[in-house]
């Protein structure tokens, strides 16, 4: 069963970036996707984008600008640098893996394992 | 992007009842929909994917349906522990989009 685990600062100031780590455990980090997510009450729930292995990345055409995401093998870690935030940035920020079915061999862009979630507020 | 809708945005009821939520896409989106489950303070929990398979360990009493445009999440018997608020998703493409949810509430 694939655990996650973000961690990061539950404090930013307006401007700086915005900096989470995943890290993961019971599952090859290279060879999954992994995606971040965030909530909040204004926005709802918006998928921020996904990493897969040193190959592909995708993001959210509304955050591109201002989002990497990138994998640490070493460490077994997802990280999420999202710079230049505002307060529209405050929410609870996830990390999830994306399904595959075992039934039909094939992954689906849905969301099978979530962490807990790190709440982060951007005040100054 | 594709914009998901769910209706209604609350809706009380009691233990043993049925309860029916709904989403819409903005466009086909086939049968790429999955709900979730929400508890507070809680990450959401994958119920259902491609529309109408229940997750692996989801009890029964959910089911879903749905293609193209139009869903639905039923919870047949509604049991104290899936007062909750639900969420769909299209997976059909990016970026990724989730509908606003659904509270059950108890009466």
């Known amino acids: 069963q694939v655990q996650l685990q973000e961690s990061g600062p539950g404090l930013v100031k307006p401007s700086e970036t915005l900096s989470l780590s995943c890290i993961v455990s019971?599952?090859?980090?290279?060879?999954?996707?992994w995606s971040w997510i965030r909530q909040s009450p204004e926005k709802g729930l918006e998928w921020i984008g996904y990493?897969?292995?040193?190959?592909?990345?995708n993001y959210n055409p509304s955050l591109k600008s201002r989002v990497t995401i990138s994998v640490d093998t070493s460490k077994d870690q997802v990280s999420l640098n999202l710079k230049y935030v505002t307060a529209a940035d405050t929410a609870v920020y996830y990390c999830?893996?994306?399904?595959?079915?075992?039934?039909?061999?094939?992954?689906?862009?849905?969301?099978?394992?979530w962490g807990q979630g790190a709440q982060v507020t951007v005040s100054s | 992007d594709i914009q998901m809708t769910q209706s209604p945005s609350s809706v009380s009821a009691s233990v043993g009842d049925r309860v029916t939520i709904t989403c819409r896409a903005s466009?086909?989106?086939?049968?790429?929909l999955a709900w979730y489950q929400q508890k507070p303070g809680k990450a959401p929990k994958l119920l259902i994917y491609?529309?109408?398979t229940l997750q692996s360990g989801v009890p029964s009493r959910f089911t879903g349906s749905g293609s193209g445009t139009d869903f639905s999440l039923t919870i047949n018997s509604l049991q104290p522990e899936d007062f909750a608020t639900y969420y769909c998703?299209?997976?059909?493409?990016?970026?990724?989009?989730f509908g606003g949810g659904t509270r059950v509430e108890i009466k």
């Open positions: 999830a893996t994306r399904l595959w079915d075992r039934h039909s061999s094939s992954w689906f862009w849905f969301l099978d394992s």
């Open positions: 019971g599952a090859s980090i290279s060879n999954s996707y």
């Open positions: 990493i897969y292995y040193g190959r592909t990345a």
């Open positions: 466009q086909g989106i086939a049968t790429w």
């Open positions: 491609g529309a109408s």
């Open positions: 998703q299209q997976g059909q493409g990016f970026p990724l989009t």
